[in-house]
């Protein structure tokens, strides 16, 4: 189910706003188990399904140009949107190969908080833009003969991305582009956060280059 509202601005703004709600069968998730063959301890992997799942979410987003600011502001611009959602999901948990009970977590690879914000700044000859990306903690891999305490969690991520272009010519545009600036890690701990599993941080990447317009 799902119900929207939206508000067309001017200078091609709008503003929107809806909650929504889904049923879930058969999610396909992924199950960790410690298993042992010819006397060895294996870590297996695989994909597994749940019987039933659900989520309750609610959504806003907003763009707008400041087109009624005084000189140089006018160009300037904003967009954003957030999203929270409730979900919940029945794990089977193991002892000696038995299932003896369910425990309730949230739904694999779904944060609970999502949001984008973006500043730009856009004329005839020239365009940029920086913005913010946050996703909040998520299930990662469940292990089911384990229990919730050794469930991996992906943690909280908030990148810094900025690009930028300037028109030469009517064909010829020169570009920038720089992702993770801010050189945000990607973490993931074990049952709770000071339980750190790994960590891996990829520096900022980028790229600069002109593009030529054929036609």
Same mark, same amino acid.
């Given at each position: 189910y799902?119900?929207?509202f939206e508000?067309?601005?001017? +200078?091609?703004? #709008?503003?929107?706003?809806g909650?929504?709600?889904?049923?879930?069968?058969?999610? &396909?998730?992924?199950?960790q188990a410690?298993?042992?063959i010819?006397?060895?301890?294996? !870590?297996k992997t695989?994909p597994d399904?749940l019987?039933s799942?659900w989520l309750?979410g609610f959504?806003?987003g907003i763009?707008?140009r400041?087109?009624e600011?005084p000189?140089?502001l006018?160009?300037f611009g904003f967009?954003?949107?957030?999203t929270? #959602?409730?979900?919940?999901?029945? &794990?089977? /948990? /193991?002892?000696?190969?038995?299932?003896?009970q369910?425990?309730?977590t949230?739904?694999? $690879?779904q944060?609970k908080?999502?949001?984008?914000?973006?500043?730009?700044?856009?004329?005839? $000859?020239?365009?940029?833009?920086i913005?913010g990306?946050?996703k909040? $903690?998520?299930l990662?891999?469940?292990?089911s003969s384990?229990?919730?305490?050794?469930?991996?969690?992906f943690?909280?991520?908030?990148?810094v +991305?900025?690009s930028?272009?300037?028109a &030469?010519?009517?064909k010829?545009r020169?570009?920038?582009?720089l992702?993770? #600036?801010?050189?945000?890690?990607?973490r993931f701990?074990m049952g709770?956060r000071?339980? !750190?599993?790994t960590?891996?941080?990829?520096?900022?990447?980028?790229?600069?280059?002109?593009?030529?317009t054929?036609l």
């Open positions: 799902d119900l929207m508000h067309y601005l001017k +200078d091609v703004g #709008i503003f929107s706003a909650v929504f709600y889904k049923v879930l069968t058969n999610v &396909i998730y992924s199950n410690l298993v042992d010819g006397g060895e301890s294996y !870590i695989n399904n019987q799942a309750l959504e806003a763009s707008k400041f087109t600011l000189g140089i006018s160009h967009e954003g949107n957030y929270h #959602i409730q979900s919940e999901v029945e &794990i089977p /948990f /193991f002892q000696n190969g038995v299932e003896t369910t425990v309730k949230t739904l694999p $690879k944060a908080h999502i949001f984008n914000a973006i500043l730009f700044y856009e004329s005839n $000859k020239f365009m940029a833009r913005a990306n946050f909040g $903690k998520y990662n891999e469940i292990r384990a229990g919730p305490d050794h469930y991996s969690w943690d909280n991520n908030f990148t +991305d900025f930028s272009s300037y &030469i010519n009517t010829i020169l570009f920038l582009e992702n993770n #600036i801010t050189n945000s890690p990607n701990y709770q000071d339980r !750190i599993e960590i891996s941080y990829a520096s900022f990447r980028g790229q600069v280059g002109l593009t030529y054929i």
